[in-house]
Nanobody, 123 residues
Framework: VQLQASGGGLVQAGGSLKLSCVDS????????MGWFRQAPGKEREFVAA????????SYADSVDGRFAISREYGKSTVYLQMNSLAPEDTAVYYC?????????????????WGQGTQVTVSS
């Protein structure tokens, strides 16, 4: 598994962005996947997760209803659609592949991590 996140950028509050996470080795189609973020001076926090089939998702309370995680079944690409962005969403966003087909809110559940993509939301 080799993950690369992209799609970050600068957006005004209320705007939208869609992040992508591609596994260049295409070996994570059976792995649960997650998105995490880390703001300056803060610890990394869970954002969203999805199981290998895409049938089970979970979200942090802070993004529930605004963000949507998805994946194409049988493929090694995961997306994070982010709507109604707010300045507090500013962070580096990381995708991660789990050790198993399930996903989790716990960062220790994940074995592989991408390099991160910066999301900046201006007020």
């Amino acid at each position: 598994v080799q993950l690369q996140a992209s799609g970050g950028g600068l957006v005004q509050a209320g705007g939208s962005l869609k992040l992508s996470c591609v596994d260049s080795r295409r070996t994570s189609s059976n792995n649960g996947m997650g998105w995490f973020r880390q703001a300056p001076g803060k610890e990394r926090e869970f954002v969203a997760a999805i199981d290998w089939r895409g049938g089970s998702t979970s979200y942090a309370d802070s993004v529930d209803g605004r963000f949507a995680i998805s994946r194409e079944y049988g493929k090694s690409t995961v997306y994070l659609q982010m709507n109604s962005l707010a300045p507090e969403d500013t962070a580096v966003y990381y995708c991660a592949a789990a050790r198993t087909s399930a996903a989790s809110k716990d960062a220790t559940w994940y074995r592989y991590w991408g390099q991160g993509t910066q999301v900046t939301v201006s007020s």
